[in-house]
């Protein structure tokens, strides 16, 4: 292919690619609003500008524009997961890197993990989303992996319900992409994770004051 071909074939393929990411942020932006099974097709033309009939020539179904977002989303999830246990012999420091990479990717996909949220009973009875159940069963099993390690090392408390735990931690980890923050007082993603890593590790009790020592009673 010529230098000049290969410009003309640039030019006409990147448009075609930035118009279809805007259409799918578009459609996230609806589906977190107003619920995915309540947003239609003509709802998301109308918010990017077009027709509804010129929609498919990006997408076949609305459950395509949905499909993308959330696999998307859970491919981003479990490689930073997989990434953060990777030959991880300390799960304390596994456990750290699991948060710090769970927090950036959710508030990548806010309206993802909305969806999730909102509408998983509709998309986990769906045969197209069916890698939904597994992919939360994969990312469950790290977590809870890491969880037993830590128990059999000696780092973690040996009465930890680890599925328990890993339930607990991962809903509270959602929580924050929720938050309505004044931008002035709004806290930075750093300090949430550090936070929160922080309340796992350390609690919220104080630290125990020394007993006082008892002098020797020859020294009196």
Do not use: C
Request: hydrophobic residues 40%; positive net charge; proline residues 4%.
């Amino acid at each position: 292919m010529t230098t000049a071909k290969k410009a003309v074939r640039a030019s006409t393929v990147a448009p075609a690619s930035e118009r279809r990411a805007h259409l799918v942020q578009l459609a996230g932006d609806l589906f977190a609003e107003k619920g995915f099974r309540a947003t239609t097709v003509r709802e998301i033309a109308d918010a990017a500008g077009i027709l509804s009939g010129s929609l498919y020539h990006h997408f076949d179904s609305k459950e395509s524009i949905g499909d993308e977002i959330l696999s998307t989303f859970l491919d981003d999830v479990l490689a930073g997961y997989r990434a953060a246990v990777h030959d991880a012999d300390d799960p304390r420091a596994a456990i750290e890197q699991i948060v710090r990479s769970s927090t950036a990717t959710l508030s990548r996909h806010r309206a993802a993990l909305t969806m999730l949220q909102n509408d998983w009973t509709y998309f986990s009875g769906q045969p197209r989303f069916a890698y939904l159940r597994t992919a939360m069963k994969e990312i469950e099993r790290i977590w809870v992996q890491q969880l037993e390690r830590g128990k059999q090392s000696g780092q973690f408390r040996d009465d930890l319900d680890a599925r328990l735990t890993y339930r607990l931690l991962r809903d509270i980890l959602w929580i924050p992409t929720s938050w309505r923050q004044r931008p002035a007082r709004a806290w930075r993603t750093d300090q949430i994770v550090d936070g929160l890593l922080r309340l796992i590790f350390d609690g919220i009790s104080a630290p125990a004051a020394p007993a006082p020592q008892r002098r020797n009673a020859r020294s009196r």
